[in-house]
């Protein structure tokens, strides 16, 4: 099962597409980001080696899957947990929230898609992106604390059609067992792949007339990097999911 929903858009990027049009905007025209929040991490995520063992008999395509959930609101998931409404400005635009299980403890924990508003201003241009994160939180003693965090979306602002393509888009999977996670780069839906992605920056790159407009190209580079450079498997080491060895397949 996959987690994350394409029927379903948060007010603030029904705002930002109304916000936009074309391609590059204008200098005064600026779709509206997030403000940076501050989640308490459960310390830096180091590296570890992982050997990911298979369940018998289960299909390698299929032992990352999690059972059917059932999406949650995240705030009452919160008020239930101890954090009151007015403390509860971290997930303001989250959604997609569902309920799983995680850890060697059986820690009850909320994954939700949170939307990060990124913004670059170029020789007078406004280049604007939205990047969608799958976050992991769980709650102690009663703070609301971050224990993963993947981009799986890059998406612009300004599509003529706001169903075309996003720039990137990547999947989040949970074993069972809430011990492993695998970021990869398998959907539910028509998706562009990290290959993909990179190349059709290169196509643009290498075409004479693209010349006034390449600082789009090369702003999208570096999030597809950012993003495509965090693919790969983690596991839970005390209290926290920790980054994988990178998979010498991956592309």
């Known amino acids: ?16 597409l109304g916000s936009c049009a074309g391609r590059p905007p204008p200098p005064e025209t600026r779709a509206s980001a997030p403000a940076p929040r501050t989640i308490l991490d459960a310390g830096a995520l180091p590296t570890v080696q992982l050997l990911i063992p298979r369940e018998a008999g289960v299909d390698s ?10 999406t949650v609101d995240p705030s009452e998931w919160l008020t239930a947990r101890g954090i009151p409404v007015g403390r509860q400005g971290l997930l303001d635009n989250a959604f997609d929230c569902e309920e799983l299980v995680v ?27 939205m990047v969608e994160h799958r976050n992991v939180f769980v709650v102690r003693a009663p703070i609301m ?4 965090d993947v981009i799986v979306s890059i998406e612009a602002l300004d599509k003529a059609n706001p169903r075309a393509e996003n720039i990137l888009d990547l999947g989040l999977h949970f074993a069972r067992d ?9 959907t539910d839906h028509p998706h562009v792949r990290c290959a993909e ?12 007339d693209s ?16 993003a495509c450079g965090q693919l790969g498997d983690r596991a839970w080491v005390k209290d926290q999911f920790v980054r994988a060895p990178k998979n010498s397949g991956t592309k």
């Open 103 to 129: 850890g060697t403890s059986r820690e009850p924990a909320i994954v939700c898609t949170v939307m990060e508003g990124v913004t670059r201003t170029v020789r007078k241009n406004t280049m604007d992106r």
């Open 211 to 226: 010349l006034p407009y390449r600082d789009w190209p090369r702003f999208d580079l570096q999030l597809i990097q950012r």
């Open 61 to 70: 395509g299929t032992d990352v899957a999690l059972p059917a959930k059932v």
């Open 145 to 148: 604390v971050k224990v993963l």
């Open 178 to 186: 809430g011990l492993t996670a695998t970021l990869d780069e398998t």
């Open 1 to 16: 099962m996959r987690l994350r929903s394409r029927h379903f858009w948060s007010p603030l990027v029904v705002a930002a």
């Open 197 to 208: 992605a990179r190349a059709r920056i290169h196509d643009v790159m290498v075409n004479p």
